[in-house]
């Protein structure tokens, strides 16, 4: 259970990404925003802390999305949408991911609904992920962003949780019907 100390961690946390200076995709560059290691920070930071209140506040047996996958799209949301400050495409990735896990807790969600919400999830995760691949030609460049990677990395998790939720609860909805 979350305590109140840890939810004001949390609050903390996520008042602070807000307050934060202007970053670009390219940290490493002169720029006034932050660095890339900065952005992977606030993004750890703020998915390890949504993984235990997603768990004890909003997970149960019917969730759309497991506390895992939830942690994990937080995660390339929050990368996403730090980086997209001076970039609309990568703002507008970012805040599709966060906007499609609000909208999962925040409503009541059907087998329908879920459904959709899953897709939803996991083509704007495809399309991000295609995305950096058709944007950063250079192997060598691709090879030493290390924040392009993690990020890569994540939503690779993401997506394979995703299937192997959907998987799972079509299997035990085959099961129940055969019973």
Same mark, same amino acid.
């Given at each position: 259970? =979350? ?8 609050? $903390? ?12 995709? *390219?940290?490493?560059?002169? +720029?006034?925003?932050?660095?890339? /290691? ?24 019917? +969730? ?13 949301? $929050?990368? *996403? ?8 495409? &990568? =703002? ?8 499609? &896990?609000? &909208?999962?807790?925040?409503?009541? $969600? ?10 939803? =999830? ?5 399309? $991000? ?7 950063? *030609?250079?192997? *060598? /460049? ?38």
């Amino acid at each position: 259970m =979350l305590g109140l100390r840890q939810a004001r961690v949390l609050v $903390m946390a996520t008042s602070l990404v807000f307050l934060l200076p202007f970053v670009s995709a *390219h940290g490493d560059e002169a +720029s006034s925003g932050l660095a890339n /290691y900065q952005v992977l920070g606030i993004a750890m930071a703020t998915a390890v802390l949504a993984f235990p209140l997603f768990a004890s506040k909003f997970y149960t047996d019917n +969730s759309v999305f497991t506390p895992a996958v939830f942690s994990f799209a937080v995660f390339t949301g $929050m990368v *996403h949408v730090l980086l997209g400050i001076n970039d609309r495409i &990568l =703002l507008i990735g970012g805040v599709s991911v966060l906007a499609i &896990l609000f &909208l999962s807790i925040s409503s009541w $969600m059907d087998q329908k609904k879920t459904k959709i919400s899953r897709l939803a =999830l996991g083509g704007v995760t495809i399309t $991000m992920f295609i995305g950096y691949f058709v944007s950063n *030609h250079d192997l *060598h /460049y691709v090879l030493e962003d290390y924040l392009g990677i993690t990020t890569k990395l994540s939503e690779i998790a993401l997506l394979t949780g995703i299937y192997k939720t959907q998987v799972t609860q079509n299997k035990e909805k085959s099961e129940d019907v055969s019973a």
